[in-house]
């Protein structure tokens, strides 16, 4: 019965992470008007759109580093 309710919540955090991505489109296409089908970034723009975004998040990841550590401190 245990690995049922993991299995439970593995797919709730898949769906929370579905909605996720489906609110992000929502906001994007009213913020921007467009999808990510459009055809005005070529290959450059769109590696170099990911790369910023995953500097930003090796930021976030540091930051939460830090304040997992101040709780293992305690």
Request: with cysteine; net charge positive; aromatic share 8%.
């Amino acid at each position: 019965m245990m690995g049922m309710k993991w299995m439970m919540n593995e797919l709730e955090c898949e769906e929370a992470v579905i909605a996720k991505i489906r609110q992000r489109r929502d906001a994007g296409r009213k913020k921007y008007g467009k999808t990510m089908e459009r055809d005005d970034f070529d290959t450059e723009k769109w590696a170099s759109m990911l790369q910023e975004e995953l500097l930003d998040a090796s930021v976030y990841i540091e930051r939460l580093m830090r304040e997992l550590a101040k709780f293992k401190a305690k």
